[in-house]
């Protein structure tokens, strides 16, 4: 089975700093993603002062992995690259997914956690972090060394499949 197949959601990481190469990576493949009219209408933000970390992962209830996280790699929609309107949500989601993947074949754990579109979590994060209106911070993945290994579980169903029409 491909790499899609392992990936899952790592919460948990053991106290190491992943080296900067290997959040490079993250970042390239982050930018290999397809996007509306090749705008790749995208920019990051790469956190791993502690303080931060601390601070984001106060901002939302689910926001918690990213206390104990090596780096934090926020995703941001920048609107004034993007070409065709309504597009960007879809860019940044295959970006971040690009983002996971990558983190697997690395042997990295990686969470994504949702901002964009709860209004008062992008606000946090935009005044924390100085983030112009021209950009979207859509998620935060937080990434480190997992702690453990996990199990992924297989959820093909067939029932969602229809053929020639719904
Ligand atoms: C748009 C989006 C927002 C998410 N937000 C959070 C979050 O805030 N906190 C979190 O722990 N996980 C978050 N996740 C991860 C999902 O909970 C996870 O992908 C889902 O439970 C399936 O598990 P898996 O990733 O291990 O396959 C988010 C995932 C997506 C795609």
Sequence with gaps: MSLIFKRKSVRK????RVPDELIENLLKAAMQAPSACNAQPWEFIVVSKKEDKEAISKMHKFATPAREASHLIITLGN???SKVHGM???DLGACNENILLQATHEGLGAVWLGFHPIEDRVLKLKEYLNIPDYCIPFSVICVGWPESEGEVKLRYDKSKVHFDRF
């Design 13 to 16: 990481y053991r106290d190491e």
């Design 79 to 81: 609107l004034n690259e």
């Design 88 to 90: 960007i949500e879809q």
